[in-house]
């Protein structure tokens, strides 16, 4: 399992900026995809997943409403918009899955747990 998230830049409050999760190395349409972020010394907080069928999802309340979690079965990626940015979605962001992925999604919970994570891309968006 091999996912490389990119996409992380700098952007001023109230931008947008696209991240993509590309995955390889597994059947990437059996397997839902899951955003966390996590700034050093702070604890990981989930953001949204979407379901490996991209037909179910969802997202932690300090995000609902401004981003939004799409997926592209047949490019093996995984996309998440950010819209209206604000200065604490400051942190690196990470997509992640593994075999439980799509029934924890399913149950609207994020496992902390999850087994494959991709690198991290940092978002900056300054106060």
């Known amino acids: 399992f091999q996912l490389q998230a990119s996409g992380g830049g700098l952007v001023q409050p109230g931008g947008s900026l696209r991240l993509s999760c590309a995955a390889s190395?597994?059947?990437?349409?059996?397997?839902?995809i899951v955003w966390f972020r996590q700034a050093p010394g702070k604890q990981r907080e989930g953001v949204g997943c979407i379901s490996s069928t991209g037909g179910s999802g969802f997202y932690a309340d300090s995000v609902k409403g401004r981003f939004t979690i799409s997926r592209e079965n047949a490019e093996n990626t995984a996309y998440l918009r950010m819209n209206s940015l604000k200065p604490e979605d400051t942190t690196t962001y990470y997509c992640?899955?593994?075999?439980?992925?799509?029934?924890?999604?399913?149950?609207?919970?994020?496992?902390?747990?999850?087994?494959?994570w991709g690198n991290g891309t940092q978002v900056t968006s300054p106060a």
């Open positions: 992640a899955t593994d075999h439980k992925a799509d029934y924890y999604c399913s149950a609207l919970r994020f496992n902390f747990d999850t087994t494959y």
């Open positions: 190395g597994f059947t990437f349409d059996d397997y839902a």
